[in-house]
Every structure is written in C-alpha cells, then in structure tokens.
C-alpha cells in the first residue's frame, strides 16, 4: 500500500506543476489586482468584456480562422485526392510521397520561413505580406499530419475492392471515388483536420516572419498585447486555450467514436 | 480504360504537386542554393562563418546547451511520472494522458506569458516570495538561461509522457515476478530487465524532446524578444528585415538546424522501429 501512494504523490506534484501555469493565467484573466497575495482579492470580468469588444482582437480571430480554414480545406481536398491515387494506382511511389511529407515534421518553422522568404519576397513572384505565402506555408505545416489521417482511413477500408464493385454496378472512377471511398473515410479526415487546427491556431513563428506587420493573427495580437496589459492578453491567452480545447475534446471523442465502431465492425 | 485511368491520376495528383513543390521544394531547395552563395559564386564562406564566428557559433552552442538541459530534465521528470501513470488504475490513467495532451497544446507565446505572470519580474510568486521574505525566487531570474530552460522544461514533459506512457507496456508483469522470484531486489530487476526495454524508446524520445528544443522560436521570442543567443532567434533575425541583414548566412545556418533536427528524427525513427520489433 506504502509502495502505491508513491505514485499518486509523484503524479499529484507533476500535475500540479503542469496545472498551475494554465491556473495561474486563468485567475489573472478574471481578477482586477493580483500582487502580494497567494490568491487574487478581487474578480471581475471585465477583462474578457473589454476583448469582445475589440475590434482589433475580433479581426484577428477572423483572419487566422480565415487562414487556418482555407489552408485546412484545400489541404482536405488536394490530400485525400492524391493520397487515395498513389495508394491504388501507384504503391510504388508510397516511400517517397511519405519521405516527402513527413519532411514538414523535421523542419523547424523558422528553417521553413527562410526558403519561403528568399523564394516569394522578390520577383518575379512576390507572395511575402500575402494570405497566400501563410495559407501555403500552412498547407505544408499539416502535410504530415493529413497524410496520417487519411492513409491510415484508407488502410480500414479495402479500397481495391471497393472501387472495383463500383465500376461493375456501372459507376465511374470519379462517382466511385466520391460516392463510396469518400463517405467512409471523412471521420478519420475529420480527427486530423481537427489536430491540423489546433497546431495551426497555436502557430507564431511562420506568421510573425511571413506576414507580421500586414496581417495580424492571433498569436501576432497575444504577442504584441502582452507588455501592455497582463489581464487582458490572459483574457486572450484563455479564449485561445478553450478554442483549442474544444477542438481536441471533440478529436477525442470522435476518435474513441471510431474505434468502437471499429471493434463491432469487427465483432460483428 | 488506361486513358481513363491516367486522366484521373493526373487531375487527382496535380493540385498536390503544385502545391508541394512551389510552398515545400522549391523554397527548401532555394534556400540550400542559397546558403552555398557568395558573390555570384559558389562558396562555402557562409558555413565556415557560422560555425567560427564567434558569436554565432556560441549560438549554436547555446542552443545545444539549453536543448540538452530541458530534454535531460523533461525526460528524468516525465519517465518517472510516466511509470506512476501506469501503476493508477485505468480512469487515472486516462485523464492523466488527456490532461498530458492537453497541456501538450500549451506551449510558445501563452506559455511564455504564463510564466511572465507566475515568476516575471512583477509576477505573482516573484512579488509573494519577497513579501514573505524567502530567498529561493529571489535568485531566480526568469529572462536569464536558467528561466528559459524552465519553461523548456515545461513544453517538453507531456511530450515526453505521452511519448514514454505506451514504451512501459512492454514491461510485462510475470517478468517482475519472476525476477522477484528467483531474487533480484527492485534495483536489480531495472538495471537488467527494465530499462534495457524501455531504452530505445527512451533514447528515441530524447532525440525527439531535443530536436523540440532546438527549434522552438516562439518561447524564447515572447521572453525577452531578439536578444537570447540561440540558433531560431538568430535565423529569424538574419532574415527578417535588420537593416544589416545577411540573408546568405541566415539560409546557411538554417540549413545547419535542419540537418540537426533530421538527424534527429531520423534517429528516432530508427529507435522506435527497435521499441516496436521488441514489442511483438
């Protein structure tokens, strides 16, 4: 028994140490003073009232939904499409198109920014201050983690076959692709495109270098916010975290959704 | 049927090519041309500055440093809170790694804030430890490489637990009893049966924490702005609009970094391909 409480002292002070930051932040987000005292005096919550009312934070919010939204939408269309094509038709390029898209993963955002920058920033193409040098640099940032998702979909269902039935019963390549391989792959899309928004929301370094000064994300406002007033950048530092929470409490759950279905399946 | 076949092969890649070859290879390749330019010709001028000037090479090293510290501190916290995980009976065990992977998303500018309001100059336990008159936080200075490595540390433990959590299910229970049985005290059962099963999958994990570290901008950035010497802050600083900026040795020493954290994945990889042969 002695043995056992060990254990729930050490996982008691690790989660203290990884909670109390997050804590900490959420009290100076609702307290009006906190100095001198363990526990702040006064609450209030005025802080998130002045946010809402900021247009400046509204727009950014709206910018890197924008962003994060095309980027992810482009990336579901132009993935599951190429992803779906070299796994039937062309196996052999698996290794390499894998190579190629697990390579985001290594490369740090600020070594990605460099060659972005010395490609777009003169001519004859001149990208950088755009949407469209971020919405790229994006698209590449989740390559690995759309890949992930989608190929290991593909791999539940036996596509082959599937296709195959398809075209017998008189359908198309195209109608095959979007009417039977297309339905039964979207949850696991919907779970890394989900995973995908969470790393994009909580991206600086490829936005502050890309387009800093003409476009402002959120993680742009936080960090220029943060000398100027400490309970309202933890008021955004909160509102950012529960988006993010949100987005991965429902990954989860459609996750787990998943499994089950995939254990009956295979019960059954 | 084989035109058919190709015409939507073609449609259904192309979108993709593009899109990867104009924002990944191109990019990436222009830069690496890049790195090697010098005066319209081709040089390694930019590789040798960056690894003898003095002060980019103690970028450089300074980034090694910190990267091994908060890696080696992360990893000693988090295998041991990793091994209590799997001792708590099943629900522990899954809040615990939806709270890991929760706060796994904590990390970069709300991070460094966090901290900011915690032990900043003016931070809540900063101004209460003075009030109370003690001396630890006293000497504590946030803005300063101790501080940094501090909230290293923090990004880096529930990576490090999410990764170690799944490496213990290779310890099976009879061994321990067996070990038990045939009289091997605890320590002896962990030094010969324990850790050489979790340890590629601990080696695998710290290339991982320390290729994490070695590129993380946004933490140190949101601290104290451009002014820690460390190899992200330095590249971005080349490249991003100094009025003395260097472009070329900014590409060179990002190519270094990049070959620094392929080499490290591709480590990983290789270790956790030994964790996985192990497990079957």
């Excluded at chain 1, 596509?159 to 039964?184: H, M, Q, T």
């Excluded at chain 2, 799997?86 to 500018?109: A, E, H, L, V, Y």
């Excluded at chain 2, 020493?253 to 392929?262: E, F």
Aim: charge should be positive; aromatic fraction near 14%; proline fraction near 4%.
């Amino acid at each position: 028994m002695r043995k056992g409480s060990i254990h729930y002292l050490v996982i008691f002070v690790v989660g203290m140490y990884l909670f109390l930051p997050l804590a900490a932040t959420f009290l100076y987000s609702i307290s009006n003073t906190w100095a001198n005292t363990i526990l702040p005096s006064d609450f209030t919550l005025s802080w998130y009232q002045e946010l809402f009312s900021d247009q400046r934070f509204i727009l950014a919010m709206g910018r890197t939904l924008l962003i994060c939204i095309l980027a992810l939408f482009v990336s579901m269309i132009t993935m599951v499409m190429a992803v779906f094509t070299i796994t039937v038709y062309f196996p052999k390029w698996e290794r390499f198109i894998q190579a190629l898209v697990m390579l985001p993963y290594a490369i740090p955002g600020v070594v990605a920014a460099v060659g972005l920058i010395k490609m777009y920033s003169s001519k004859p193409i001149v990208l950088t201050g755009t949407v469209w040098i971020i919405v790229g640099a994006y698209y590449v940032l989740i390559l690995p983690y759309m890949y992930q998702g989608i190929r290991n979909s593909l791999r539940t269902i036996d596509v082959k076959r599937l296709i195959e039935a398809a075209e017998i019963l008189g359908a198309s390549k195209w109608i095959a692709f979007l009417k039977v391989i297309v339905p039964n792959i979207i949850p696991g899309i919907l779970v890394s495109s989900l995973l995908s928004l969470s790393i994009l929301f909580g991206e600086f370094v490829l936005a502050n270098i890309l387009v800093g000064g003409h476009f402002e994300t959120i993680q742009i406002y936080l960090m220029k916010r943060l000398k100027e007033n400490g309970h309202l950048s933890s008021a955004v530092v909160i509102t950012y975290f529960v988006i993010v929470l949100i987005s991965s409490l429902v990954m989860l759950k459609l996750g787990s959704r998943l499994q089950n279905g995939k254990t009956k399946e295979k019960v059954s | 049927m084989k035109q058919k076949i190709t015409w939507f092969s073609v449609l259904a890649l192309l979108p993709f090519a593009v899109l990867v070859i104009a924002f990944e290879i191109v990019p990436l390749i222009g830069m690496i041309l890049d790195s090697f330019q010098s005066d319209n010709a081709y040089s390694w001028v930019h590789y040798v500055t960056a690894l003898t000037n003095p002060y980019y090479f103690k970028g450089i090293l300074n980034s090694l440093q910190i990267s091994l510290y908060s890696s080696l501190i992360g990893i000693v916290i988090a295998l041991v809170a990793s091994y209590s995980i799997t001792q708590m009976p099943k629900k522990i065990q899954t809040i615990m790694i939806t709270f890991s992977n929760m706060t796994s998303n904590f990390s970069g500018i709300p991070l460094a804030f966090a901290y900011i309001i915690l032990l900043g100059s003016s931070g809540v336990f900063t101004l209460l430890s003075k009030e109370l008159g003690w001396n630890i936080l006293s000497s504590f200075d946030l803005y300063s490489w101790s501080g940094l490595v501090a909230v290293y540390v923090y990004f880096q433990i529930p990576l490090a637990i999410l990764m170690l959590y799944p490496t213990y299910s290779g310890i099976q229970k009879s061994w321990r009893e067996s070990a038990a049985l045939l009289g091997a005290s605890p320590l002896q059962f962990w030094w010969h049966i324990g850790l050489p099963v979790i340890f590629p999958g601990l080696v695998g994990t710290f290339s991982i924490l320390f290729a994490n570290a070695m590129g993380a901008y946004a933490t140190a950035f949101a601290l104290v702005g451009g002014s820690y010497n460390i190899v992200p802050i330095r590249i971005g600083a080349l490249v991003s609009g100094d009025a003395i900026s260097q472009p070329h040795l900014g590409s060179a020493l990002a190519v270094i970094l990049g070959l620094m954290m392929i080499g490290a994945m591709w480590f990983n990889e290789r270790m956790m391909r030994r964790v996985r042969r192990d497990l079957q």
